[in-house]
């Protein structure tokens, strides 16, 4: 495997890793690689498919600015977005990079091409810049879901370029699963030795818990937030309320455990829509599964070791988050939001068993079922908006991946779907799904609950 955990698992904003994160990362990128930058002149960007259709709920006209401002992902506050937005509005200029201001005027410059796609993604961005002496530099890229860019003209193997080669290399769970019986090793291990071959165990060690302290700091801010998300649609944030309500009153339902997992999942995809800071885990879309269960296991499940529970639950849900990226996609727009929601619930339920100590085969058994119990579900956001059904079907995809656990846990492993199966078969269902059930708002819910009108693009 060539992408790592920190690729699987990134600090960004909401409210979408493919149309937020993406374009951003893909503006900054275009730039830097821009020579004679203080030439510059005028820079125009076009978005095709799925970005067209959805990226002004999703915030990718905003995401695309910032970008252009030589912002990133982790490193942009949340807070000041607006007021970097409004500065641009105002003066009517845009300093590309932070180093060289130009002329921009987002209704001549930011063009939305809703009924045309681009050949290698339907998330497709070209960018061009002119500069004063009539030379013009073009290049296009794709946002292929998670906040992964792919320009056009990168080779295949773009990833592995100048990668140390991973000890236990696996592109299946076939080969995963015999790697760790023939080693005798566990899948963490295993990914842990990967991971290890291009950084050293302090670093990888801190950086998930970095990961963690991002994810808890998220769920607790949406836990305690309230108010309306923004977007027109009139979204109130449920999750602090609803926190509130159950630390007053026990539930008339033997649930309480699994009710508070819910909560979590959905505080983080209420962070999401408002523009905070969330943990692509595998998608912004469905940032808030692998934190609620998470959760779940530190305070439900008593484990002697947590901190190497955690570890361990991150490097296996990584692993076959990694797998589902490779043989399928975790990008709402190729295979609809069995590969977001899905593959988050596959994650959780495969990092939660081996926290637990399950075997490897246990850990494939519960990734399994995720999986399988996912298969056919639609990206068909209402607006635009990472909001209605996407809140709730992060809560609904935690417990899922409680259960899916708990199965694979109490039980020996065997099972007749592999994994490989059910993710070749995600693959082919994404592939026959068509194109306005995956993250176009063309159909679905998106056309049968009234919403909001959204401005013309």
């Excluded at 045309?116 to 890229?141: A, C, I, K």
């Excluded at 068909?380 to 079907?393: F, K, S, T, W």
């Excluded at 592939?431 to 306005?436: E, G, L």
Aim: glycine residues 10%; hydrophobic residues 40%.
């Amino acid at each position: 495997m060539t992408v790592g955990v920190f690729d699987l698992f990134k600090i960004g904003v909401g409210p979408s890793s493919s149309h937020t994160v993406g374009p951003m990362v893909a503006a900054r990128r275009f730039l830097l690689e821009c020579p004679d930058l203080e030439k510059a002149q005028r820079v125009q960007v076009a978005l095709y498919g799925s970005l067209a259709l959805t990226g002004i709920g999703h915030g990718t006209d905003k995401a695309i600015l910032l970008g252009l401002l030589g912002e990133t992902p982790p490193g942009v506050n949340p807070g000041e977005i607006p007021t970097k937005l409004a500065s641009i509005a105002d003066s009517g200029k845009i300093c590309l990079a932070g180093r060289h201001s130009i002329p921009f005027d987002s209704e001549r410059d930011l063009l939305w091409h809703k009924n045309e796609n681009l050949p290698g993604h339907t998330n497709g961005m070209r960018f061009t810049l002119t500069y004063g002496d009539g030379r013009v530099r073009e290049r296009v890229f794709y946002s292929i879901g998670g906040g992964f860019v792919r320009a056009e003209d990168d080779p295949p193997t773009a990833e592995d370029a100048g990668s140390t080669p991973a000890p236990y290399p696996f592109a299946s769970m076939d080969e995963l699963l015999r790697l760790g019986r023939r080693n005798n090793l566990s899948i963490a291990a295993m990914q842990r030795a990967n991971e290890l071959a291009h950084c050293s165990p302090e670093a990888l060690d801190a950086g998930l818990d970095t990961i963690w302290k991002v994810m808890s700091q998220c769920v607790e801010s949406g836990l305690n937030t309230s108010g309306e998300l923004p977007g027109g649609l009139h979204v109130k944030r449920r999750a602090a309320t609803l926190w509130n309500t159950a630390q007053r009153n026990s539930s008339p339902l033997p649930n309480d455990a699994m009710h508070r997992v819910s909560l979590y999942a959905m505080a983080v995809n209420e962070e999401n829509a408002a523009g905070g800071r969330v943990v692509t885990a595998p998608t912004n879309g469905s940032a808030g599964i692998v934190p609620a269960v998470l959760r779940y296991f530190l305070e439900e499940c008593r484990s002697p070791d947590p901190e190497t529970g955690v570890r361990d639950f991150l490097l296996v849900a990584a692993a076959i988050g990694l797998l589902c990226k490779r043989n399928a996609s975790i990008s709402g727009a190729e295979i609809g939001c069995q590969g977001e929601v899905g593959v988050a619930c596959a994650m959780a339920a495969a990092g939660l068993t081996a926290a637990l100590g399950g075997s490897n085969e246990q850990v494939e058994c519960a990734a399994e079922i995720a999986i399988e119990h996912h298969l056919g579900m639609t990206c068909d956001p209402i607006a635009g908006l990472v909001q209605i059904p996407c809140i709730e079907r992060n809560g609904m995809g935690a417990v899922k991946a409680i259960t899916a656990a708990s199965l694979a846990i109490n039980s020996d492993g065997s099972h007749h779907v592999s994994l490989d199966q059910v993710i070749a078969t995600m693959r082919q269902t994404g592939s026959d799904m068509q194109a306005k059930y995956k993250e176009t708002s063309l159909g679905g819910l998106a056309i049968h609950v009234a919403a909001v009108s959204q401005p013309e693009c």
